[in-house]
């Protein structure tokens, strides 16, 4: 079957969210999400977002992207999975590779979570990866560490708070991990101190996904000795249970925590349709 891609229109968008809807995995499936993107990078965009259609008209891909400075970026694409496997991918790629291309760009970048071995296929190249790790609470024991106890963070903590950290930018990236969950769960953060001292260890921020409450990802964590790091984690596990949830997931790279002792503990490659190790593809023009 023939395709073409053309330079998308303001009036794709309801074609746009239903490609969305039945192609993507991850977060960018529901309509409000992937409305709410099309909108803000068609306003600035434009130029570099292209719909791939048959020759009736009827649309079956799409790609989001943008060209900033020296290199152009490539937010979301999609196929329509009746039309996967037909080259039409590689058509909306090779779009935006000729976008930069006419503005003197050499580089095209993107992240993915379950698309690396398509982006190889079109001589993408594998730069960095971004781990993510998830730990599954049901159908196993969860205690609290031997020896530790938590407790939730109130504002009138924070006084006692402010003396744990090394320095302001720690002190500042914690308020903010803070009161971020303030809008919506305060109950999620935590400090975990040891039984009978009064100092805390450390300290533990998390969030509820806004679309599966099941999921709640930590968004900080800090310890005053990074050999603790991982009973402070687990303190905040254990917590985290105590409330029903399924999921505790974990962005990595977090001082004292290694990747190598989370899968001892149970934890695996997250590939959740909310949280998911991103793999950072590149091409040189």
């Known amino acids: 079957m023939p395709y073409r891609v053309r330079q998308m229109q303001p009036s794709d968008v309801f074609s746009v969210i239903r490609i969305a809807n039945q192609a993507f995995l991850e977060m960018a499936r529901p309509s409000w999400y992937i409305g709410k993107a099309f909108v803000q990078w068609m306003q600035r965009h434009r130029h570099c977002m292209f719909l791939a259609e048959t020759e009736d008209g009827e649309a079956v891909g799409f790609l989001i992207g943008r060209c900033d400075g020296d290199k152009a970026r490539i937010g979301w694409i999609a196929v329509h999975p009746s039309h996967w496997g037909r080259g039409v991918g590689g058509m909306l790629l090779s779009a935006i590779e000729q976008c930069a291309i006419e503005r003197g760009i050499k580089v095209v970048e993107t992240g993915t979570p379950f698309a690396r071995t398509f982006y190889e296929k079109y001589g993408y190249e594998c730069v960095g990866i971004r781990k993510a790790m998830v730990l599954e609470l049901v159908g196993r024991t969860i205690k609290m560490p031997d020896g530790f106890h938590s407790k939730s ?133």
């Open 153 to 285: 963070i109130v504002p009138e903590d924070l006084p006692k708070l402010f003396g744990i950290f090394p320095g302001d930018a720690d002190w500042f990236h914690f308020l903010e991990a803070y009161f971020s969950a303030c809008e919506r769960e305060p109950s999620k953060a935590i400090i975990v101190s040891e039984i009978g001292q009064q100092n805390p260890v450390g300290v533990v921020v998390g969030n509820a996904d806004t679309v599966c409450s099941d999921l709640v990802v930590v968004s900080y964590l800090f310890c005053t000795d990074e050999g603790r790091a991982m009973d402070v984690l687990n303190a905040f596990v254990y917590f985290i249970s105590t409330f029903g949830h399924r999921w505790v997931g974990i962005r990595l790279p977090i001082s004292g925590i290694d990747e190598t002792e989370l899968e001892a503990n149970g934890w695996q490659d997250a590939k959740l349709p909310y949280i998911w190790t991103c793999y950072d593809m590149r091409k040189e023009l």
